[in-house]
C-alpha cells in the first residue's frame, strides 16, 4: 500500500478543546490535526496537558468545549469502548493488562474470533496473534500467561491489539520511557511501518531526539494552551525547547552556588537481587544530587531502601557517620531522612484529611504533648509552614484534595521539612504541576541545600536533574553507571549511561 | 488429551488428591463410606452447595461476593413450602421456576446496588444477608407458618427431590447440568471471558471497553437465580422448612470456592475447581463422625480449610514472584 499524501482531511481532528477538572484548567483552546500517515509528535513539560489530550482522544474525557472530529465529522467519544470502535488505539506508557489471561487473549479482549455458536475460537485466536508478533518481529508466546512479562513486552501486546483492531488512528503516550535503547528502535520500526500503511500516530515522548528521528510534525502545548504546530523541519531543538518551557533556562532552575561540606548520607554496595545491585554513593552538605535513569532502572527501588520502607539484600546505610538499621523507616527519620514520595496522591498524601493534619502526620509526637494530639499545635506547625512555602489554601481545614498539584506538593514537603531533616530524598518533585509551582519547589530546593541540607533529588525529566544538580548518578538497569559532575553533565551524557553505555562508577 | 492434562495440573488435581486421602483415610476405618449408599450420599450432600459454589464462583472471579446466599437460599425453601399451602397441587415446575425468580430478583437487588450505586459487595450483601433473613421471619410471623412439613408438600414434589436417575440423584444431575453450562459459558463466551477480565484488572477493563457494570449485574442475577434453584432443591429433598433453613451457608460457599482455587481477589479460577472444593468439605464433614471426631467441628474444619487454601495461594504467589525477580536478574548478570 503506497503512503497517502499528507494533505487532505485529517482523520483526527481536535478543535479548540476546553477541558477543565474541578478548579483546574486542564486545556484551554488546544488544536491539533492527525493526518493519515504521519507520525506527529506532541511536545510539552509534564503537567502541559499531554495526557488530557491522550484522554480525550482516547474517550476516557469529553471536552467541556470545543469539537473533536473524525474524517471531518464531528463525533463524540462517550467511552473509550467508543473510540475503539471508531479506529482509535491509546498505547499507554506502563501498559495495563490482564495478568491472569493469556497474552492472545490480552490482545483480543472484547473483539475474539467466534466459531457457529458464538464460542470463542481459541485456534484462530492464537494462530492470529503470532502472525501480528511476527509481522511485529517480536516473538511472543500466545498462549503464556501476561504476568511477568517486561514493559517492552506488554508495549508489543498493546501495538497488536491496535493492529487487530484496525485502529487508524494510534496514540503513543511516553512509550520509550521504559525501554533500552534496542527496545525503542525496534518500537520506532514498527511506528513507522504503521504509518506507511496509512495510519495517524500520535507519539508523546520527553526526549527530543527522539521526536527528531521519528515524527513528522509537532504540536506544541504549554500550561494546557496550544503554543504552535510546525513541521519537524522547520523547527530547531533550541526553539522547540524554549517553546515548551515558555521561559529561560535560568529562570526555571534557580540554582544557588553552595558551600559543600561532609558527607551526611553514605551509601555503600547497596543490593537486591533483581533490582539492584552495588549501588554506592553518597550526598555532603549543601549539596543537590540528581539521580537520573529511565522509568524502571530502579531509582526509585534505591532510595526506598535507603530510607528503610523496602527491604534490602545487603549493603550499609550511614547518616551523619551512624549507621542505619534496613527497614525501619522510623529510625530513618530520627536520624534525619525525610523522603519524598514519587506519587504524592498515593503515598505522600491522606488526601480525605484537612491540610493541617497531613502537615504534621511525620511529627505527631511534637503536636502531641502526652500521647494527645493538640489542635492547636498542629495548626501552628502547618501554618509556619505554610507560610515559608507560600502555600496558597482555602482554611487549614480544608482537606488536602482541594488543593492544585503544586500546593499538594508544598504540603508533602512542608511536612517532611517539619522534621528537620539533614537529608532530603525528593522523588519526581515536579511531576504533574504547573510551572509557576515547578519553580517555587527548584527554588525552595536550592535555598534549603544553600542552608547546608544535602538533598538527593530523582527524575526523569532531564532539565531539571542537569539544572538543579551539582552532581548527577545515572542508573541503568539496577546499576549506577556513571557519575557526572555538573559541567561533565549533559543531556548526550546523561542519555548515553542511561541506556546502558556507560562505564560502572 | 493435552487438554485434559492441563486442566488436571492445577489446583483440580490437588484437590481430588486431597479427596481420595481423605476417603481413603476413612474407608479403612469403616469399609461402609465406600459402598454405593455411602457415594450416593456423599454426592447428595454436595449437590446444594455445589450450586451456591457455582453461583458464587461467577461473582468472585469479577472481585466480587455475596453473602447473602444463605438468606436467599432460605427465602426461596420457605416460599416453596408456602406455595404449595396456597394450593396442595401446585405444579412442581411452577415451583422451581418461582424459586429461580425469586432468587434471581435478589440478585438483581444485590447487583444493581454494586453495579449501579457503586457500593461494595461485602458490604451491600453483608446488609441484605440480613434483610432478606428478616423478610423470611417477618413472612413467617404474619402468616403464623413458622415450619412446613412433607404432608403439606406435593408428593411430587419431594419424588423429585429424593428421586435419581440410572442410580445418580437428580439433584446431583442438576448441579452437573450446572456445572457444565457455567464451565462451558465461562471458557468460551465472550461474556465469560471478560468476568475473568474485570477481576483480573478492572482499570484494563473499562480501557478495554467491557461493560462491567452490565456483566457484574448479570452474574448477581444468575448467580441468584442458583441460590433460588438450590433454596427449592432443598425443599424438596428435606421435605421440612422453617425460616432459618441456610443460616450460616454464606461462610461455607465462600470457603469451598477459595478451597477449590478461585482467586479471592479475583481474575482466576474455575468452577470445576469450586465444585470439587465443595465435595471435599463436604465429604470431611461426612467422615468427620465415622473418624470419631464430634460433629461440632465441623465448622471448624471448614475455617481451617479455608485457611490452608489462602496460605497455599498466597505462597505459590511469592514464590512466583521471587522466581520472576531472579529471572530477571539473571538476564540482567
New interface residues.
Given amino acids: 500500500m503506497a503512503a497517502p499524501e499528507h494533505t487532505g482531511v485529517p482523520l483526527l481532528e481536535l478543535r479548540d478543546v476546553t477541558k477543565s477538572f474541578q478548579a483546574v484548567r486542564a486545556l484551554r483552546g488546544v488544536s491539533l490535526a492527525l493526518r493519515a500517515g504521519e507520525v506527529h509528535a506532541l511536545a510539552g513539560e509534564n503537567g502541559a496537558g499531554k495526557s488530557t489530550v491522550v484522554r480525550i482522544i ?1 474517550g ?1 474525557h469529553q471536552p467541556d468545549s470545543g469539537e473533536v472530529l473524525l474524517d471531518g465529522e464531528p463525533v463524540r467519544f462517550s ?4 473510540a ?2 471508531r479506529g482509535v488505539a ?1 498505547i499507554h506508557q506502563e501498559p ?6 493469556s497474552v492472545a ?1 490480552n490482545v483480543f ?2 473483539r ?1 474470533p ?1 466459531r457457529p455458536g ?3 475460537d481459541r485456534r484462530a485466536m492464537h494462530r492470529r496473534a503470532s502472525e501480528v508478533f511476527e509481522q511485529l518481529g517480536v516473538p511472543i508466546d500466545p498462549a503464556r500467561q501476561t ?2 512479562l517486561s514493559i517492552a513486552d506488554q508495549q508489543i501486546i498493546e501495538i497488536a491489539k491496535a493492529l487487530v483492531a484496525d485502529a487508524r488512528i494510534i496514540v503513543m503516550d511516553e512509550p520509550t520511557a521504559a525501554l533500552s535503547a534496542v527496545e525503542a528502535e525496534r518500537l520506532f520500526r514498527v511506528a513507522r511501518g504503521l504509518a506507511e500503511r496509512g495510519a495517524a500516530l500520535l507519539f508523546i515522548s520527553h526526549r527530543l531526539d527522539e521526536m527528531y528521528a521519528l515524527c513528522d510534525r509537532v504540536t506544541v502545548l504549554r500550561d494546557g494552551s496550544f503554543v504552535v504546530t510546525e513541521r519537524m523541519d522547520d523547527i530547531d531543538n533550541d526553539t522547540l525547547v524554549r517553546r515548551m518551557v515558555g521561559r529561560s533556562v535560568e529562570q526555571l532552575f534557580p540554582k544557588r552556588d553552595t558551600e559543600v561540606g561532609d558527607e551526611v548520607l553514605v551509601v555503600d554496595g547497596l543490593t537486591r ?3 539492584y545491585r552495588d549501588i554506592s554513593f553518597s550526598v555532603r552538605r549543601g549539596e543537590i544530587v540528581g539521580l537520573a535513569g529511565l522509568v524502571g532502572s530502579g531509582r526509585s527501588e534505591v532510595v526506598r531502601a535507603v530510607f528503610g520502607v523496602d527491604d534490602r539484600d545487603s549493603g550499609t546505610v550511614t547518616v551523619n557517620g551512624k549507621p542505619l538499621p534496613k527497614s525501619k523507616p522510623r529510625t530513618a527519620i530520627e536520624q534525619g531522612i525525610a523522603l519524598v514520595p514519587e506519587d504524592r496522591r498515593e503515598q505522600g498524601l491522606v488526601l480525605e484529611l484537612s491540610i493541617e493534619r497531613n502537615a504534621s502526620l511525620a511529627r505527631l509526637k511534637q503536636v502531641s504533648p502526652g500521647g494527645l494530639t493538640r489542635q492547636s499545635r498542629e495548626r501552628e506547625l502547618a501554618r509556619t509552614w505554610g507560610e515559608r512555602l507560600s502555600l496558597k489554601f482555602g482554611s487549614l481545614s480544608d482537606p488536602a484534595a482541594t488543593l492544585s498539584g503544586g500546593n499538594q506538593q508544598k504540603v508533602v514537603l512542608g511536612k517532611w521539612l517539619a522534621t528537620e531533616p539533614s537529608v532530603l530524598i525528593v522523588d519526581e518533585p515536579t511531576r504533574g504541576i504547573d510551572i509557576g509551582a515547578k519553580v517555587e519547589v527548584h527554588a525552595l530546593l536550592s535555598d534549603l541545600a544553600a542552608e547546608g541540607m544535602a538533598v538527593l533529588l530523582i527524575s526523569s525529566e532531564l532539565p531539571e536533574v542537569l539544572g538543579m544538580a551539582d552532581r548527577v548518578l545515572v542508573m541503568h ?2 546499576r549506577i553507571t556513571a557519575e557526572l559532575s555538573r559541567d561533565e553533565a549533559t543531556e548526550e551524557s546523561v542519555m548515553y549511561a542511561a541506556t546502558g553505555n556507560g562505564s560502572a562508577a | 488429551m493435552s487438554r485434559l492434562r492441563a486442566l488436571l495440573s492445577g489446583r483440580e488435581l490437588s484437590i481430588v488428591v486431597a479427596l481420595v486421602a481423605v476417603v481413603g483415610v476413612t474407608t479403612a476405618t469403616n469399609p461402609s463410606f465406600l459402598s454405593a449408599q455411602g457415594i450416593h450420599d456423599l454426592f447428595l450432600n454436595a449437590s446444594i452447595i455445589a450450586l451456591l459454589a457455582i453461583g458464587q464462583t461467577l461473582l468472585v472471579i469479577t472481585r466480587n461476593i455475596d453473602l447473602s446466599v444463605g438468606s436467599v437460599m432460605g427465602l426461596t425453601a420457605y416460599m416453596s413450602g408456602q406455595m404449595f399451602i396456597a394450593d396442595h397441587d401446585t405444579p412442581t415446575i411452577l415451583v422451581v421456576l418461582a424459586g429461580m425468580a425469586l432468587g434471581a430478583a435478589c440478585g438483581a437487588f444485590n447487583g444493581a446496588l454494586v453495579a449501579i450505586a457503586k457500593v461494595p459487595a461485602l458490604v451491600v450483601t453483608l446488609g441484605t444477608l440480613y434483610v432478606f433473613r428478616g423478610i423470611n421471619y417477618g413472612w413467617a410471623s404474619a402468616t403464623g407458618v413458622h415450619q412446613i412439613n412433607a404432608d403439606q408438600m406435593s408428593q411430587g414434589f419431594l419424588a423429585f427431590g429424593s428421586g435419581s436417575i440410572l442410580g445418580i440423584p437428580h439433584l446431583t444431575l442438576i448441579a452437573l447440568a450446572a456445572l457444565v453450562i457455567a464451565a462451558y459459558a465461562l ?4 461474556s465469560g ?2 468476568l ?2 474485570i ?3 478492572p ?9 462491567a457494570g452490565k456483566r457484574v449485574f448479570t452474574a448477581f442475577v444468575v448467580s441468584g437465580a442458583l441460590v433460588g434453584l438450590a433454596g427449592v432443591l432443598h425443599a424438596s429433598y428435606f421435605g421440612t422448612i422453617n425460616a432459618s433453613v441456610g443460616t450460616g451457608r454464606e461462610l461455607a460457599v465462600v470457603a469451598a470456592v477459595v478451597v477449590g482455587g478461585v ?1 479471592i481477589f479475583g ?2 479460577g474455575t468452577v470445576l475447581g469450586a465444585v470439587l472444593g465443595a465435595l471435599l468439605l463436604t465429604t470431611i464433614t461426612s467422615a468427620l463422625p465415622i473418624l470419631g471426631v464430634p460433629a461440632f467441628w465441623q465448622r471448624a474444619v471448614d475455617g481451617a480449610a479455608l485457611l490452608l487454601a489462602i496460605s497455599l495461594d498466597r505462597a505459590v504467589m511469592v514464590r ?1 514472584a521471587e522466581r ?6 539473571l538476564r ?1 548478570a
Avoid: C, T
Fill in positions: 482516547g476516557e467511552s473509550p469502548r467508543e475503539q470502535q491509546v495495563i493488562q490482564f495478568p491472569d489471561l487473549e479482549m472484547g475474539q467466534l458464538r464460542r470463542i504476568r511477568g537481587a533483581g533490582v538497569e539496577g | 471458557h468460551n463466551w465472550r471471558r471478560e475473568y477480565a477481576g483480573s484488572n482499570q484494563a477493563a473499562r480501557l478495554a471497553g467491557i461493560p482467586a481474575g482466576s512466583l520472576l525477580r531472579k529471572e530477571r536478574s540482567r
